[in-house]
């Protein structure tokens, strides 16, 4: 799969948004920008343009422009997306084709706060972005922490960093068929921490500290995430239907809970 080298790797050849109008704004974006960046500007100058380079920059990768980002980019700069990728310039260039047919949508730059140090910059924003893939709708959160510096062509971007903003995902509707054969204890062996599993009112619970339990978000029959965690539980059970094992995905990693009698 070929990633996009911002939020939109999920989908291969690029995800997120696609709106015609974006490529009046990717367009003329390049030069109008470069001659904003002065130097000497005051600090609400100094926001205002990187706020208008930033969403400009977002917009231009719908319609795959490459000018805008081609412009603002030092020849030095190296971006490391939110799947861990480390890309430089040439690579991100290559990558910017424009969205694929299925998948529209946009992408807000919110909350930005420049800190300037020297011929430095370090910008730093939420991305809140809305899509439709194929007619399911999604919408996810990213940080990034661009940092730019001052060259006589004005403002470049000689680094860049985003990373997801984590958040519980909807419940699905699953069978619950075997939630009761889920509650338990769960020990990391051979002698770690003990997890307990409760179910109350239908829904499942868990947590190290039975008196502060967090509900188990259901994304398949036997799989969860826990409220305010990352990382996925998928509960195994043997072939009389008796709870074995958990294994708890941490950031990608199998961590292993084993079924233990009750702790009394």
């Known amino acids: 799969m070929t990633s996009i080298p911002f939020p939109w790797a999920r989908f291969?050849?690029?995800r997120g948004f696609a709106?015609?109008?974006l490529a009046?704004?990717?367009?003329?974006?390049s030069a109008a920008l470069q001659g904003q960046a002065a130097a000497g500007q005051s600090a609400g100058e100094l926001k205002g343009y990187f706020q208008r380079t930033e969403q400009s920059l977002m917009d231009a990768v719908a319609v795959g422009n490459k000018a805008l980002w081609n412009d603002v980019l030092d020849e030095a700069c190296v971006v490391t997306n939110e799947?861990?990728?480390?890309?430089?310039?040439?690579?991100?260039?290559?990558q910017l084709t424009g969205l694929p047919p299925g998948l529209s949508g946009a992408i807000e730059v919110v909350d930005l706060t420049v800190q300037p140090a020297g011929d430095f910059a370090v910008v730093r924003?939420?991305?809140n972005e809305t899509e439709t893939v194929f007619g399911q709708h999604l919408k996810t959160g990213y940080r990034s922490t661009d940092?730019?510096?001052?060259?006589?062509?004005?403002?470049?971007?000689?680094?860049s960093h985003q990373s997801v903003v984590t958040s519980d995902p909807p419940a699905q509707e699953v069978s619950?068929?075997?939630w009761p054969a889920f509650a338990g204890?769960?020990?990391?062996?051979?002698n770690g921490w003990v997890l307990h599993v409760a179910m109350k009112d239908g829904e499942l619970y868990a947590g190290r500290d039975p008196k502060q339990l967090k509900r188990l978000i259901p994304i398949g029959p036997n799989v969860f995430t826990r409220e305010g965690s990352l990382g996925e539980w998928v509960f195994c059970l043997d072939e009389k239907g008796k709870a074995t094992k958990i294994v708890e995905l941490r950031k990608f990693e199998p961590l292993v809970w084993t079924a233990v009698p009750r702790h009394s």
């Open 12 to 14: 291969g050849r690029g």
């Open 19 to 21: 709106w015609a109008f």
């Open 24 to 29: 009046v704004v990717a367009a003329a974006g």
């Open 83 to 94: 799947e861990g990728e480390v890309l430089g310039k040439k690579e991100l260039l290559e």
């Open 125 to 127: 924003f939420r991305m």
């Open 147 to 159: 940092t730019f510096v001052r060259r006589d062509a004005g403002w470049k971007m000689i680094a």
């Open 176 to 178: 619950r068929r075997d």
């Open 185 to 190: 204890t769960y020990q990391l062996l051979p």
